[in-house]
Structures are given as C-alpha cells and as structure tokens.
C-alpha cells in the first residue's frame, strides 16, 4: 500500500494564506476612526455594544482602540496595561509612551503571524496626545506587526479604505473643534455603513490635553447626542 505524499505548500503561499485569512476576519468588524481636534485625539467606533469597548485607556495620555476578534484585541489591550503600568513602576511615567507600545505590539504581533499557524485576526491603534507643545502620536499596527505613523486621522477595521477615502475629500490643514470632529467620524462611519448610526451605536473617547491628570474621557450618550445636533 502506497503511503499519500504530504501536502507542500511553499512559505510565500503560507503566508499570503494567512494574511489573506487575517484580512477577512479584521474586515467582518465595525470601522473605527481616530482624529486629532484642537485640544487632542477623537476616537470613534461604530459600536452597538455597550460592554465589550473597542476604545480603552492604556495611560495617562494613551489610548488604545482594535478592530477584529474581541478576545484576542482584548488580551493584546491588557497585555499593554500590564506593560504600562510595570514600566511606569520601574522607572517613570514620563518613560510610557506610545512610541514604545506600539514598537512592543509590533513585535509580539509579528512574531505571531510568521511562527504562529493561525494569525490573530486584529489591527489596532495606540495613539497619544500631545502636551507641552509636543505632537500628538498615531500608530497602526496590522496583524502581521507592521507599523504605519498615522498624522490627521487613522482607520482601522471593516471598510477602512473606504473610509480613509471619504476623510480625505473633507479634511482641511486646520484642525477642527471637538462638535466638527464628531460629526465628521459620524459622517464617514455612516457612509461606508450605509445606514444613519444612533448616538446609542456609537463608542467615542477623547484624549484632551486639557484635562489634568489622565487624558482619557469616554463621551457619554447624551453628549454625542449634544455634539451631533449642535453641528
């Protein structure tokens, strides 16, 4: 009885098997947008869920925003926390910054899709906002650990490219106000959703360097509501 030949698969076919696989997963989710406004950093997700957040804070003046699998972001988001706070522990606050989160993502995620069999079907954000005239920072990072420096906005998840595409006609060099970012986000996530999105459907947080002590505040229903009819 002949024995069958084992299955060979080259690694380039490998790995464009497994991006491919990460892609479909990552674009069955919501569309999430950061943007930066006068006073820091919007984040805005298209969310009908009132428990499972997409946007978290990480530190002080860091957030952390993913799209794609919920368990596996969400490990990827504590395992940020931990890291924060331990480094924050060791050394200083001033020493946690985005820059160095995202570096680590990029790493773990990296190392996962090319020694892992299944890739984890994420892409996420790590943005923080600037202070003492420092400028704000936006760091995507895909399921295959590659990293991109993000400047006015940043789209992650679901239609991305599209919605990328309909920021691009509408943002301007001048940053606008918190009411004119709301409803610009609003506007792309409605129109790649092609539906109108409730203020009881949507996740949105700023990082306002205004505020003392930690940045992150997460807008309430009322006041998404507020920014939405008073544009």
């Known amino acids: 009885m002949t024995m069958p030949m084992p299955y060979y ?24 947008v950061a943007m930066e406004y006068v006073d820091g950093l919007l984040l805005t997700a298209d969310n009908p869920s009132a428990s499972l957040h997409k946007v978290s804070e990480i530190y002080d003046s860091i957030a952390f925003a993913g799209a794609g699998k919920y368990s596996e972001f969400e490990n990827l988001r504590k395992a940020g926390i931990r890291h924060a ?35 984890l079907e994420v892409e996420i954000l790590v943005v923080q906002v600037g202070a003492d005239g420092h400028p704000n920072e936006m760091y995507r990072i895909s399921f295959d650990g590659s990293i991109i420096d993000e400047k006015n906005f940043a789209v992650i998840g679901g239609r991305a490219e599209a919605v990328q595409t309909f920021l691009k006609d509408r943002i301007s060099g001048q940053l606008p106000s918190l009411k004119a970012a ?50």
């Open 85 to 119: 706070d331990l480094k924050g522990f060791m050394y200083s606050r001033e020493d946690v910054t985005g820059r160095s989160l995202a570096n680590g993502y990029s790493q773990s995620l990296g190392t996962i899709f090319s020694q892992e069999l299944k890739p």
């Open 9 to 32: 698969v080259s690694p380039e076919q490998m790995m464009q098997d497994k991006a491919e696989y990460a892609r479909k997963g990552i674009a069955k989710g919501r569309s999430i």
């Open 182 to 231: 709301v409803t610009l986000c609003v506007s792309a996530l409605e129109q790649t959703a092609n539906q109108k999105l409730q203020p009881e459907g949507l996740e949105a947080a700023v990082l306002d360097r205004n505020r003392p002590g930690r940045k992150f505040r997460r807008l309430g229903v009322a006041e998404i509501r507020q920014l939405l009819s008073a544009s």
